[in-house]
């Protein structure tokens, strides 16, 4: 049989191309996600969840997850043309309508899910997942991008403790300070895109600030979330160690992004600091609800 027959007939592409196609769920930051849920899982409940509890969480999170990216690829696609002309939608490997419909079926899935806690996981579940789809469809180009990035970060860990029946009143002060990690985390996510965003229209809060003070307001913003998580342990009555075992490598992160544009200002150091600036907020967010737990 000849080769380019026996390789047309291979599962191997058709496998290749639904891979491909399955990136429209952006599962790199969907997993991710579902680990740091998880993590947070295990020190609500001070040791491991149930089994039943964990996969229903982990479940919930991947689909919530999966509906955010599917509907950006779907929202994004006529920008992704100009810019990323790798992603799935652009390149014809799934159709613009099959991904909302997925978004949509993805979305429903994990508002089941999170109803399997009850009510209020939902309502604190929706916050997040509502958050996400609001940047997708519109916030992302507006001034107000970085608001769902702010209503996010607290929504997570809120719903987390909200599931498993761990709720406590000190997690109300997530709603002060950790919005402040969240603008971090969205200006520094866009940076390393501004300007092929700005070339294809993109207005959103970065790039009606510019590059310089965008990293200014990120580094600032993420400084006084540290600040202010210090400064609520005076009220809080803080497990220190557990606190200075996330703020300080949090600390650290910050400056190491600081520096790293410093001395070298570009691409690269923009791409570094966003993923210097993540590790940090997980580490800092993880510190600080071990803390008073």
Known sequence: MDMDVALARSPAPH???VLAAARVIHPFPTFLNVGAMLALAIIARDGWPSASELLRLGAAMFCAQAAIGAANDYYDRDLDAQTKRWKPIVRGLIEPRTALALAALLALAGALLAATFGPLA?????AGIGAGLAYDVRLKRSVL?????????????????????EFMSEL????????????????????????????????????????????????????????????????????????????????????????????????????????????????LAGGWLAAVG
């Open 122 to 126: 939902v309502v604190a579940g929706g």
């Open 172 to 283: 109300w002060w997530l709603l002060p300070f950790a919005p402040l990690a969240g603008l971090a985390v969205h200006l520094s996510n866009t940076l390393p895109d501004i300007e092929s965003d700005t070339r294809a229209g993109v207005r959103g809060l970065p790039h009606a600030l510019g590059v310089r003070r965008s990293l200014a307001l990120a580094w600032g913003s993420f400084a006084a979330a540290i600040a202010f998580a210090f400064l609520l342990g005076l009220p809080l009555d803080y497990d220190w160690r557990f606190f200075l075992l996330g703020a300080v490598p949090a600390t650290a992160l910050l400056l190491a992004s600081i520096a790293a544009y410093a001395l070298r200002p570009g691409q690269a150091a923009l791409q570094l600091g966003f993923g210097l600036i993540g590790i940090a907020t997980a580490c």
């Open 145 to 165: 991008s970085a608001l769902p990035f702010m209503v996010a970060l607290p929504a997570l860990p809120i719903w987390v403790w909200v599931s498993l029946g």
């Open 15 to 17: 496998l290749g191309r």
